[in-house]
């Protein structure tokens, strides 16, 4: 990666990688003001964090890494079943597909 893109997190869920924005609300399907209401004075108030404003995941950011392995050796075998199920969260909107490698990326 080149040294200028490095220590930051890319967002490639749209056509052209672009600098995250943490300060965008999250996309979600739950009516987040009404947790934030009926949460209030739920005793865990990180997990109402978590549920209103997106999960966090607690790293030091500087020292994360992505690090990609050998996986999914199996697949050939299974892919027309996974296939069929990827189109069905997809168009249940459960998840979404993107044309990156993958949605987000730490430079």
């Not at 892919?79 to 189109?87: G, L």
Request: proline share 7%.
């Amino acid at each position: 990666m080149a040294a200028s893109a490095r220590g930051t997190t890319w967002d490639y869920r749209s056509d052209a990688p672009t600098p995250m924005d943490f300060n965008r609300p999250i996309e979600s399907h739950f009516d987040t003001a009404f947790l934030a209401e009926a949460l209030s004075a739920y005793p865990d108030q990180e997990l109402r964090s978590f549920a209103v404003h997106g999960a966090a995941t607690k790293t030091d950011a500087e020292n994360f890494r992505s690090v990609l392995g050998q996986h999914l050796t199996s697949l050939p075998e299974g892919f027309p079943q996974v296939h069929a199920n990827i189109i069905e969260n997809v168009t249940k909107d459960w998840c979404g597909c993107y044309r990156g490698p993958m949605p987000l990326a730490l430079g």
